[in-house]
Protein backbone atom coordinates (compact mmCIF):
# COMPACT_ATOMS: atom_id res chain seq x y z
CA UNK A 1 0.00 0.00 0.00
CA UNK A 2 1.16 3.34 -1.01
CA UNK A 3 -0.35 6.64 -0.02
CA UNK A 4 0.33 9.97 0.05
CA UNK A 5 -2.08 10.67 2.96
CA UNK A 6 -0.96 10.24 6.71
CA UNK A 7 -3.55 8.01 7.70
CA UNK A 8 -5.40 5.70 4.70
CA UNK A 9 -8.02 3.66 6.33
CA UNK A 10 -6.46 0.99 4.25
CA UNK A 11 -3.03 1.42 6.06
CA UNK A 12 -4.44 -0.26 8.99
CA UNK A 13 -6.42 -3.21 7.00
CA UNK A 14 -5.18 -6.95 7.81
CA UNK A 15 -4.70 -7.54 3.91
CA UNK A 16 -2.34 -4.46 4.01
CA UNK A 17 1.39 -6.32 4.02
CA UNK A 18 3.68 -2.82 3.91
CA UNK A 19 2.53 1.25 4.21
CA UNK A 20 4.65 3.81 2.26
CA UNK A 21 3.94 6.93 2.62
CA UNK A 22 4.69 8.80 -1.01
CA UNK A 23 4.96 12.83 -1.89
CA UNK A 24 1.95 14.54 -2.22
CA UNK A 25 2.14 14.31 -6.51
CA UNK A 26 0.10 17.74 -6.93
CA UNK A 27 2.98 19.91 -5.51
CA UNK A 28 6.14 17.00 -6.12
CA UNK A 29 4.28 15.21 -9.37
CA UNK A 30 7.90 13.59 -10.43
CA UNK A 31 8.84 12.42 -7.01
CA UNK A 32 6.10 11.16 -6.37
CA UNK A 33 6.19 9.13 -9.71
CA UNK A 34 9.95 8.19 -9.55
CA UNK A 35 8.77 6.34 -5.84
CA UNK A 36 5.89 4.85 -6.85
CA UNK A 37 6.91 3.14 -10.07
CA UNK A 38 10.76 2.92 -9.41
CA UNK A 39 11.58 2.43 -5.51
CA UNK A 40 8.15 0.36 -5.31
CA UNK A 41 8.47 -1.20 -8.18
CA UNK A 42 4.89 -1.16 -8.49
CA UNK A 43 3.74 -2.47 -11.85
CA UNK A 44 -0.49 -2.28 -10.99
CA UNK A 45 -1.66 1.02 -9.83
CA UNK A 46 -5.45 1.24 -8.84
CA UNK A 47 -5.97 4.80 -8.73
CA UNK A 48 -8.46 6.73 -6.63
CA UNK A 49 -9.45 10.63 -7.09
CA UNK A 50 -6.83 12.48 -8.79
CA UNK A 51 -3.71 10.31 -8.71
CA UNK A 52 -4.95 9.09 -12.11
CA UNK A 53 -4.19 12.37 -13.90
CA UNK A 54 -0.82 12.92 -12.72
CA UNK A 55 -0.17 8.71 -14.02
CA UNK A 56 -1.85 10.24 -17.26
CA UNK A 57 0.44 12.92 -17.80
CA UNK A 58 3.46 10.92 -17.32
CA UNK A 59 2.61 8.33 -19.49
CA UNK A 60 5.40 8.52 -22.02
CA UNK A 61 7.96 8.23 -18.63
CA UNK A 62 6.15 5.04 -17.26
CA UNK A 63 6.06 2.85 -21.05
Known amino acids: MAESL ?14 TRLPPPKQ ?3 QWLI ?3 VHQKIDTVISNYEAVF ?9 Q
Open 35 to 37: QLL
Open 28 to 30: QTK
Open 54 to 62: YLASANALI
Open 6 to 19: GYALSRFSRYTCTY
